[in-house]
């Protein structure tokens, strides 16, 4: 009988560096084993699975909410084909930024992955800079992806002041029962041994899917332009609804070019939490990152087409203008 597989959840607040953390692990990672990577995001697009794609790394997306309440049968059916089509060395699962992570690590320590899979530690990484923030240390989400953590990552190490790495250790201080590693770190790069930490086994009740209510809509999504949800230009645009936290996403065929000077402007007008994205510009393709106030456009591998993910929590966002105003930085479309 094959061994399990070990797993790992990395875990983390909207922003804070989850896909980078785990494009560094696969840079890093043995060259005789063989990684997959698990992704789920709030947004209905995709665009984690083109970020983290390439190296011969098996990536699996799934659909768009939080992974704790989309269908169980499909987290469960994007696992199965991940560890049957790809047989991999190591599962990396990387859930939504608003995730509640406990459903997740019941169903993958159950009876259907228990002899398939050996999870190990569970690893958030945390933006010090936001411990101030009520909007984050109150969010649901940030308090239960900490509860969970075996390891706990102080991400962005380079940005803190020291105020922010006093509160840092606070909070590590203040854990009860300690985690078994907390580290501070830039760029997401923790040690590889981290993974293998001892996991602890949670003795609490394990929620009912309800006791995380994300209120009426949480699964809602409106496709636009009407009809098959796509365009006659194959320009598909979607919004995604839960709770205080909206998205709107794009899919757009590689044909289509963006003017890079109108797109950085457009970008940095919004008022959104988080935005990110591939897209091809008059300049190539390139890489979109909008966190905490901060544009950044770096060059990129060309895909298969541009993708958009923008995401706002405690403010709506209207789907429909800022896809009409998305356009108007199209090439072709008036005066550069």
Request: glycine share 12%.
């Amino acid at each position: 009988m094959a061994k399990p597989v070990p797993a790992n959840l990395i875990m983390g607040f909207l922003g804070v560096g989850k896909t980078t953390a785990i494009r560094g692990l696969l840079a890093r990672h043995p060259t005789a084993e063989r990684w997959a990577v698990l992704v789920n995001e709030f947004g209905q697009v995709g665009i984690d699975e083109q970020l983290v794609a390439g190296g011969g790394v098996a990536v699996k997306q799934v659909p768009g909410g939080c992974l704790c309440c989309v269908s169980s049968a499909a987290f469960a059916a994007g696992l199965v084909q991940l560890l049957r089509q790809h047989r991999p060395h190591r599962v990396l699962i990387e859930p939504s930024g608003i995730g509640h992570p406990t459903q997740v690590i019941h169903q993958l320590t159950g009876a259907d992955f228990a002899t398939a899979l050996e999870l190990r530690a569970s690893i958030t990484l945390v933006d010090a800079r936001k411990l101030a923030d009520p909007r984050y240390t109150g969010h649901p989400a940030f308090t239960d992806q900490l509860e969970e953590a075996d390891v706990v990552v102080g991400n962005k190490l380079d940005g803190y002041t020291a105020a922010d790495r006093h509160r840092f250790m606070d909070m590590a201080r203040a854990f009860d029962p300690p985690k078994e590693a907390v580290t501070m770190v830039e760029q997401g790069r923790f040690p590889l041994e981290l993974l293998d930490a001892p996991r602890r086994v949670r003795q609490g009740r394990f929620p009912d899917a309800h006791d995380h209510h994300h209120g009426e809509g949480a699964a809602a999504h409106r496709v636009g332009p009407a009809g098959a949800g796509e365009g006659e230009d194959g320009w598909l645009w979607v919004e995604g609804v839960a709770a205080d936290t909206h998205s709107v996403g794009w899919r757009i065929p590689d044909s289509v070019r963006f003017r890079r000077a109108r797109l950085e402007a457009w970008l940095a007008g919004l008022v959104a939490h988080r935005v990110k994205g591939v897209v091809a510009t008059d300049a190539g393709w390139l890489e979109v990152n909008l966190a905490d106030g901060v544009l950044q456009m770096v060059p990129a591998a060309g895909a298969l087409d541009s993708r958009l993910e923008v995401i706002a929590f405690g403010s709506h966002l209207d789907g429909a203008e800022l896809d009409r105003s998305l356009r108007h930085c199209v090439m072709g479309d008036g005066p550069p």
